[in-house]
């Protein structure tokens, strides 16, 4: 695991935007899922539930990283007031569906209260405003 709290507020931010993405992405394949009704690729259960899976798990592993005391920083920067408060609200409050879970309105909103916590403290624009900051 790279080390979070070494990280430059650039590569924190594009880190943050990987999630973000990542999350809008798994939404709206979910969502267009439900909204298909009898209509509705089931093939695509695999992917739902693999990338649910994959970024439940990163994220849950970011959190726990910046939670452990040795892990936090002493300032008040990037790291500490936006970019570890959205990964451990978003690991406790959002994914509370199962890994292999159906694919219903109850996966949908693990989802989409995991993406509002990661964009709780600052929004995408912002994130990327940070990413792409000269130096």
């Known amino acids: 695991m790279e080390e979070l709290k070494k990280m430059?507020?650039?590569?924190?931010a594009?880190?943050?935007i990987k999630y973000i993405k990542e999350l809008i992405?798994?939404?709206?394949?979910v969502a267009d899922f439900l909204d298909s009704g009898i209509n509705a690729d089931f093939s695509k259960i695999d992917l739902m539930q693999s990338m649910y899976?994959?970024?439940?798990?990163?994220?849950?592993?970011d959190a726990h990283y910046v939670k452990l005391l040795q892990?936090?920083?002493?300032s008040y920067d990037?790291?500490?007031?936006f970019f570890s408060p959205s990964l451990v609200e978003a690991s406790a409050f959002g994914f509370t569906s199962p890994n292999n879970s159906q694919i219903n309105r109850k996966l949908y909103g693990s989802i989409?209260?995991?993406l509002y916590s990661m964009k709780k403290y600052k929004r995408l624009d912002e994130w990327v405003a940070i990413a792409d900051r000269e130096e």
């Open 53 to 61: 899976k994959r970024l439940k798990e990163e994220i849950k592993a």
């Open 112 to 114: 989409e209260e995991a």
């Open 25 to 29: 992405e798994l939404r709206d394949v």
């Open 78 to 81: 990037l790291y500490n007031l």
């Open 71 to 74: 892990n936090r920083n002493q």
């Open 8 to 12: 430059s507020e650039k590569e924190l």
């Open 14 to 16: 594009r880190r943050m």
